[in-house]
């Protein structure tokens, strides 16, 4: 059985940063990607950052959040992070981390997730 247990979210005003972190249990966190999804309010779960399964690797983000959000992983640590700089008031969601079967940016691709972590960003 996996887990994921986010940590980090808050309350910052805009411009501001945050970090989150995710911690999965198991031995196999680092064969598999990694993602970081939000959901805000009335609207559907969206994708914001993946990193592939080694610590150096391919990532990918949304185009709402690029150059202002940084994605990376520490496998020794079973730790995924989602550096978040630049906030807007638009980024307020629940964010949640999940372990992928694949390299993608569509939810379908992650089979475990974690409760998710409230940020909220005032103007």
């Known amino acids: 059985q996996v887990q994921l247990v986010e940590s980090g979210g808050g309350l910052v005003q805009a411009g501001g940063s945050l970090r989150l972190s995710c911690v999965a249990s198991g031995r196999t966190f680092s064969s598999y990607p990694m993602g970081w999804f939000r959901q805000a309010p009335g609207k559907e779960r969206e994708f914001v950052a993946a990193?592939?399964?080694?610590?150096?690797?391919?990532?990918e983000y949304a185009d709402s959040v690029k150059g202002r959000f940084t994605i990376s992983r520490d496998n020794a640590k079973n730790t995924v992070y989602l550096q978040m700089n630049g906030l807007k008031p638009e980024d307020t969601a629940v964010y949640s981390c999940?372990?992928?079967?694949?390299?993608?940016?569509?939810?379908?691709?992650?089979?475990?997730w974690g409760q998710g972590t409230q940020v909220t960003v005032s103007s």
């Open positions: 999940a372990r992928g079967t694949r390299f993608s940016v569509s939810l379908d691709s992650y089979d475990y």
């Open positions: 990193i592939n399964w080694w610590s150096i690797g391919r990532t």
